[in-house]
């Protein structure tokens, strides 16, 4: 009898078999193109949802305190300093539906986690692959500072290598911190495609892809 497969794969697992550093699923991560999760035991939360009152004005519901074990999603925000060497404190996950919160109560502080911690569901891990039209085997190892964005699935090319661009920032960010201002951010990225792309988006199209990550608060 076969051994049945299993329903998570550690960082390392998934980095090998697409052929990408572990720190690039991070950036995966902060995009939404991937999302990672943890596996907790004995965790309280508050569950909830999101709720648009007759003033329009939007507040949340609360549907008191849950129990939690098992496999629970993260934020790619929440989760982007175990990818610097540090450690993660989550106090939230993310729900399976929108316009929903699941707020850590118990530990008061939130739950510490790092790298090891982290893990890719086989559910996620599948339809990443079939999103970007992986074949299910190793990638070609990435080398030096040039990298290849996974291959699209069928249907028109993309314009823009977005997943090369998304890599670049995580990478700038990772060597040389962050910088001052959103600015500052976006003329870096700039130099980076004229010099590493032939067909480098305006500057304004940059911003706006970056402001999303700024907001996130890795600019506060």
């Known amino acids: 009898m076969p051994l049945p497969q299993k329903q998570i794969f550690t960082l390392a697992e998934i980095s090998k078999r697409w052929g990408v550093a572990v720190h690039d699923l991070g950036c995966y991560a902060i995009e939404d193109m991937l999302v990672l999760s943890t596996v907790v035991n004995g965790i309280d939360a508050e569950v909830g949802e999101y709720v648009v009152g007759g003033d329009g004005e939007t507040f949340r519901a609360s549907h008191g305190s849950k129990r939690l074990s098992g496999v629970h999603h993260l934020y790619g925000y929440d989760v982007w300093p175990v990818f610097k060497g540090e450690k993660a404190v989550i106090r939230q996950f993310r ?9 850590v109560e118990d530990p008061a502080g939130g739950i510490e986690i790092g790298l090891a911690d982290l893990v890719v569901t086989r559910g996620e891990r599948d339809r990443f692959e079939t999103e970007h039209g992986l074949n299910g085997t190793t990638a070609a190892s990435r080398t030096g500072t040039s990298y290849a964005a996974p291959r699209a699935s069928p249907g028109a090319p993309p314009r823009h ?4 661009f998304w890599i670049a920032v995580c990478r700038h960010i990772h060597d040389s911190g962050l910088p001052a201002t959103q600015a500052a951010l976006v003329r870096s990225l700039m130099d980076w495609l004229s010099t590493n792309t032939d067909n480098a988006p305006d500057e304004s199209t940059v911003k ?3 402001s999303r990550l700024w907001r996130s608060g890795m600019g506060a």
Do not use: A, H, M, N
């Open 161 to 164: 290598d977005w997943d090369g």
């Open 95 to 103: 729900p399976d539906e929108p316009d929903t919160f699941i707020d």
């Open 208 to 210: 706006k892809k970056v």
